[in-house]
T-cell receptor, first 111, second 115 residues
Framework: KAGVTQTPRYLIKTRGQQVTLSCSPISGHRSVSWYQQTPGQGLQFLFEYFSETQRNKGNFPGRFSGRQFSNSRSEMNVSTLELGDSALYLC??????????FGPGTRLTVL | AQKITQTQPGMFVQEKEAVTLDCTYDTSDQSYGLFWYKQPSSGEMIFLIYQGSYDEQNATEGRYSLNFQKARKSANLVISASQLGDSAMYFCAMRAGAGFQKLVFGTGTRLLVSP
């Protein structure tokens, strides 16, 4: 079974731009969660989607948004990028209430 | 609120020796899950082992075992027979509440395995 895939793997943007990250879960997994990892704040939960519905949201500003499609693929969008948004963005998929498996991450650099 | 505490910023172990990475947790929920992940320098979070709060037996996955002490709220990871490839960051995480997929992570422990 193929694992969780994330695209792109690396991204460089400038302040004020917006970015969209993509995550394809393991086949059969309907829950997708997103996390931000930075050296200062560690790993923080962004949001979780299940069956195209956002079920849970972390403490992030409204510039961070996401969505899930009918095939369970998920996208995450960050608008009006700030320097502090530079991070590794990780996506995880799971069967409901099951173990979460992570993708390789997207490393975003904001200049 | 849920909290995970990992008090060891770094650990050193020689190849083929066993090592224990500490993790304590705090939650008021009765139903929760505890995870350990390995993160090599490439960044990917690799699932190692899972323990449910109602599981009576300690979880084991190959060379990994989880020493679950519910009364003490600890969930230590034991790696037996360390290998050079085990050098990485290790994160303890908790999912609290039934039906929730949000993981709360600790700050991690960097493990270095020497020959």
């Amino acid at each position: 079974k193929a694992g969780v895939t994330q695209t792109p793997r690396y991204l460089i943007k400038t302040r004020g731009q917006q970015v969209t990250l993509s995550c394809s879960p393991i086949s059969g997994h309907r829950s997708v969660s997103w996390y931000q990892q930075t050296p200062g704040q560690g790993l923080q939960f962004l949001f979780e989607y299940f069956s195209e519905t956002q079920r849970n949201k972390g403490n992030f500003p409204g510039r961070f948004s996401g969505r899930q499609f009918s095939n369970s693929r998920s996208e995450m969008n960050v608008s009006t990028l700030e320097l502090g948004d530079s991070a590794l963005y990780l996506c995880a998929s799971s069967i409901l209430a099951g173990k979460q498996f992570f993708g390789p991450g997207t490393r975003l650099t904001v200049l | 609120a849920q909290k995970i505490t990992q008090t060891q910023p770094g650990m050193f172990v020689q190849e083929k020796e066993a090592v224990t990475l500490d993790c304590t947790y705090d939650t008021s929920d009765q139903s929760y899950g505890l995870f350990w992940y390995k993160q090599p320098s490439s960044g990917e979070m690799i699932f190692l082992i899972y323990q449910g709060s109602y599981d009576e037996q300690n979880a084991t996955e190959g060379r990994y075992s989880l020493n679950f002490q519910k009364a003490r709220k600890s969930a230590n990871l034991v790696i037996s027979a360390s290998q050079l490839g085990d050098s990485a960051m290790y994160f303890c995480a908790m999912r609290a509440g039934a039906g929730f997929q949000k993981l709360v992570f600790g700050t991690g422990t960097r493990l270095l395995v020497s020959p």
